[in-house]
C-alpha cells in the first residue's frame, strides 16, 4: 500500500497527494534542566515533573502534479487538526503547521514540498474512547503510557461520592431533586446539568486513571459515566 497521512480530515490520497517520504516513530523527550555543578563531573538533569514532555517536528515529503489545485492544497495544509500517518494506523497526534509549505519543482510534471508538523507529545487512539459506566468496585483498565484525566458525569441526589484509586471527590448534590454534575478533571472544574459553574459543591480531589487497573467505587449516585481518553507516548 502507497503511505499516506490524513490532516484535518481530509486524506493525502483522496487530495491528490504522493508520499516521498513519512516521518520517523519516535518517542517524544522529557522536559529536562541540565545543570553543570562546579567540581563535579558530568551534569545534573532534573525532571521538571512527571510526564512532561516536549513537543517535537514529525516532517513529511510529498509530491503533486504540475496541474493539481494548489489554492486547494495551500488552504488545507495550515493551521491545527488531527494528523494520522500509515506507519503509524492506529494512532492521531495533534498537530499544526507553524512554516510555509512550499512546492518546487521536482520533474517536468512534478512538485515536491516538505510538510512541518509541530505535534503535541502525545498521540491517542483514532477513534474516541465510548463512556464507560462502571459498577461501584469495578476496574477500569488506562492501556495508555500517561495518566488520564477523564470526565466525569454523576447523576443523583445528595452527596455523590466518587474514589478511584486512593483519590475521593464528593459533589454535594440537591438532596430533594435529582441533578446530573460533570468533573473535568483535566480542568478541574464542574457543571450541574444546564452548564452552570457548580465547582463550589466540589470538596476533595479531581481524580485521574492511571496506567494499568483502577477501582472505581462510588455511593449516592443513580450513575456514573467516565469519558477517557488514553494517551501514548
Not at 58 to 80: E, I, P, S, T
Not at 184 to 201: I, P, R, V, Y
Request: with cysteine; hydrophobic share 40%; net charge negative.
Amino acid at each position: 500500500m502507497n503511505p499516506w497521512f490524513e490532516f484535518a480530515g481530509v486524506d493525502s490520497r483522496t487530495a491528490g497527494l504522493w508520499i516521498s517520504s513519512l516521518p520517523a516513530i519516535q518517542r517524544p523527550l522529557e522536559r529536562v534542566e541540565k545543570v553543570d555543578i562546579y567540581g563535579r563531573a558530568g551534569s545534573l538533569h532534573l525532571l521538571e515533573d512527571n510526564d512532561i514532555y516536549e513537543e517535537y517536528r514529525k516532517d513529511c515529503k510529498v509530491l503533486a502534479r504540475a496541474d493539481a489545485d494548489f489554492g486547494y492544497l495551500l488552504k488545507w495544509l495550515r493551521g491545527y487538526g488531527d494528523l494520522i500517518f500509515s506507519n503509524e494506523p492506529d494512532r492521531r497526534y495533534l498537530a499544526r503547521i507553524d512554516e510555509a509549505v512550499v512546492f518546487e519543482k521536482w520533474s517536468n510534471d512534478l512538485l515536491e514540498a516538505e510538510i512541518k508538523f509541530t505535534v503535541h507529545p502525545f498521540k491517542r487512539d483514532v477513534y474516541d474512547i465510548q463512556p464507560i459506566t462502571p459498577a461501584s468496585g469495578d476496574s477500569i483498565y488506562n492501556p495508555g503510557d500517561i495518566i488520564c484525566r477523564p470526565a466525569i458525569t454523576m447523576t443523583g441526589t445528595g452527596n455523590l461520592v466518587l474514589t478511584i484509586g486512593d483519590m475521593e471527590i464528593t459533589v454535594a448534590a440537591d438532596t430533594e431533586n435529582t441533578g446530573t454534575y460533570t468533573l473535568d478533571c483535566a480542568a478541574e472544574f464542574c457543571t450541574d446539568g444546564n452548564g452552570a459553574n457548580a465547582s463550589g459543591l466540589v470538596t476533595g480531589t479531581y481524580p485521574v486513571l492511571k496506567p494499568g487497573a483502577n477501582t472505581v467505587t462510588w455511593s449516592g449516585a443513580e450513575s456514573v459515566s467516565i469519558e477517557p481518553v488514553w494517551y501514548y507516548l
